[in-house]
């Protein structure tokens, strides 16, 4: 079976703008779920969606938001960017969530914004 | 927020040495993932222990969980230049769909 893939893999995009990611989970899995990477706060859980639904969301503000396609693909979108909106987003994917099994992570976005 | 930390931060060792990372977490838990991560790419799933396990053993990975303590062990025995990574632990909180993560050990393995 094919990885997860993130597209695009690199981005610049300057303060005030707006940028959707996307991720394609491994066929068959219905949970994918987002991270955003910094150096200064590492990994931090954004949302989960399963079956086209948002089951979870993390501590992020409004701009931060994302959905769910029928056929398990997912994208997220930040508007009005800020300066620390620069990080490396990974979405990751599996058959029922991140409380019973193991999370398969695409190679990621690495946003940066100027 | 982050669930807790990892011990060392950074650790460098010569190759065919073992490396021992540590992770403590604060709530209880379903179940511990451990990921490698080079250089800034995506994480690779390495092992997953569940709460009612005290031991699990992969290759060269052998992984500890002490429920009583809320930490766990990593341990890499007989090191290559190719284990060089950052290794995370993340927690699967109960009743949270959704990884709480380590602040990572960064790891060299000098050849």
């Known amino acids: 079976k094919a990885g997860v893939t993130q597209t695009p893999r690199y981005l610049i995009k300057t303060r005030g703008q707006q940028v959707t990611l996307s991720c394609s989970p491994i066929?068959?899995?219905?949970?994918v779920s987002w991270y955003q990477q910094t150096p200064g706060q590492g990994l931090q859980f954004l949302f989960e969606?399963?079956?086209?639904?948002?089951?979870n969301k993390g501590n992020f503000p409004g701009r931060f938001s994302g959905r769910q396609f029928s056929n398990s693909r997912s994208e997220m979108n930040v508007s009005t960017l800020e300066l620390g909106d620069s990080a490396l987003y990974l979405c990751?994917?599996?058959?029922?969530?991140?409380?019973?099994?193991?999370?398969?992570f695409g190679p990621g976005t690495r946003l940066l914004v100027l | 927020s982050q669930q807790g930390e990892e011990d060392p931060q950074a650790l460098s060792i010569q190759e065919g040495e073992n490396a021992t990372m540590n992770c403590s977490y604060k709530?209880?838990?379903?179940?511990l993932q451990w990921y490698r991560q080079n250089s800034g790419r995506g994480l690779v799933h390495l092992i997953l222990i569940r709460s009612n396990e005290r031991e699990k053993h992969s290759g060269r990975l052998r992984v500890t969980l002490d429920t009583s303590k809320k930490s766990s062990s990593l341990l890499i025995t007989a090191s290559r230049a190719a284990d060089t990574a950052s290794y995370f632990c993340?927690?699967?909180?109960?009743?949270?769909?959704?990884?709480?993560f380590g602040s990572g050990t960064r790891l060299q393995v000098q050849p």
């Open positions: 990751a994917s599996s058959l029922e969530g991140a409380a019973v099994e193991t999370q398969y």
């Open positions: 709530t209880s838990i379903n179940n």
């Open positions: 066929s068959g899995h219905r949970s």
């Open positions: 993340a927690t699967a909180d109960m009743g949270r769909r959704a990884l709480t």
């Open positions: 969606y399963f079956s086209e639904t948002q089951r």
